[in-house]
């Protein structure tokens, strides 16, 4: 049996190594579909592995975006199916200037066999 802590970080970093490559299959890999964000008073659901597109996430990240990084991941709740992570990420320009630090929580889900982020509420736009 996996441990779902380790995979639920396996995931995280996944995505967000996906994300920093502008990998938009990578980024769609380390998610669980439908996937909800929950950020800027808006509800968004992306159905299917896919539908993730990287043009969108660009689009809100920030003048200037080049990477984000964790700065901090820590387990609220973990199940043997789904963990919970208070997260809290930074976005920077190529330059290293930060455009921002941002509180989230993560949903971390096994579907099927495979674990990917499900869902997520950030204070991000």
């Not at 994300?19 to 990578?26: P, S, V």
């Not at 700065?71 to 919970?84: A, F, N, Q």
């Not at 208070?86 to 630090?101: H, Q």
Request: with cysteine.
């Amino acid at each position: 049996m996996s441990d779902p802590l380790a995979e639920a970080m396996r995931v995280m970093d996944a995505y967000i190594d996906g994300l920093n490559r502008g990998d938009e299959a990578a980024v769609n890999d380390a998610c669980n579909f439908p996937h909800v964000r929950l950020a800027g008073g808006k509800v968004v659901v992306w159905q299917n592995h896919g539908d993730y597109k990287l043009g969108d996430f660009v689009a809100r990240a920030g003048d200037g975006w080049a990477r984000s990084q964790w700065d901090e991941r820590t387990p609220i709740h973990v199940g043997s199916d789904k963990v919970h992570l208070k997260v809290a990420f930074s976005r920077f320009r190529a330059d290293g200037s930060l455009i921002g630090r941002f509180e989230t929580i993560y949903i971390v889900t096994l579907q099927a066999g495979y674990w990917g982020i499900q869902a997520r509420s950030s204070f991000a736009s």
